[in-house]
């Protein structure tokens, strides 16, 4: 099972920042945050990722709390685009790599 | 375009049958992925191989083999085909150099009629 909740659905306007929130209340010392996306039935896209700190790329910024039981996601300048659902993910990172557990993620709805 | 690619995009056959699906990763990623979508079951991990070798199992039938080759493309064998295996077959692929972060393929609908 995951070991995230997020939210089923969330609305934005095109333009708006988009905050997508995550709670992973179990997660361990070594286990990271990931955020991937899927737009429509396209291939799942890597976002971002963190472990206490927060990140920041071209894609997104990620803010984790301070005791790391949650996480959100933000999409800075939403637009159309951005419609896809999102997994929030928690794992830890190794060489060789850890399959990816998605749960149901979060749909996201950009509209004009 | 993540550089995973897949073949063939879409797949339709009958019950009974098998199918391969194939995977060629990102250049130089030793680890490869497959994932399934179906519509009631979500996105759910089969199987991992990184440099040839089976490295962590999901939810993969008994009826489902992979394998990774040399060249580190990899194949999915779907056998005795149901119509419940009508799905979106994903495969994604990391390297160590560039960190775990994984790449997916366009994917392979299969449909089993």
């Known amino acids: 099972d995951a070991k995230t909740t997020q939210p089923p659905s969330m609305d934005c306007a095109e333009g708006r920042a988009a905050n997508l929130p995550c709670n992973h209340s179990t997660i361990s010392g070594n286990e990271y945050v990931y955020w991937y996306r899927q737009i429509h039935s396209q291939g799942p896209q890597y976002i971002i990722h963190?472990?206490?700190n927060n990140e920041t790329n071209e894609m997104a910024s990620l803010i984790i709390t301070e005791d790391r039981k949650s996480s959100t996601l933000i999409l800075p300048h939403a637009t159309l685009r951005d419609t896809a659902v999102y997994y929030c993910?928690?794992?830890?990172?190794?060489?060789?790599?850890?399959?990816?557990?998605f749960g149901k993620g979060t749909t996201l709805s950009v509209s004009s | 375009d993540s550089g995973v690619t897949q073949t063939p995009k879409h797949l339709i056959t009958a019950t009974g049958q098998r199918v391969t699906l194939r995977c060629s990763p990102r250049s130089g990623d030793l680890s490869v992925y497959w994932y399934q979508q179906s519509l009631d079951q979500g996105l759910q991990f089969l199987i991992q191989?990184?440099?040839?070798?089976?490295?962590a199992k999901g939810n993969i039938l008994e009826r489902f083999s992979a394998q990774q080759f040399p060249d580190l493309h990899s194949e999915l064998n779907l056998s005795s085909l149901e119509l419940g295996d009508s799905a979106l077959y994903f495969c994604?692929?990391?390297?160590?150099?560039?960190?775990?972060?994984?790449?997916f393929g366009p994917g392979t609908r299969l449909t089993v009629l």
């Open positions: 191989y990184y440099n040839g070798e089976e490295r």
């Open positions: 993910i928690v794992r830890p990172r190794n060489q060789a790599g850890t399959a990816l557990i």
């Open positions: 994604a692929s990391s390297g160590a150099l560039r960190g775990d972060e994984q790449f």
């Open positions: 963190g472990l206490k």
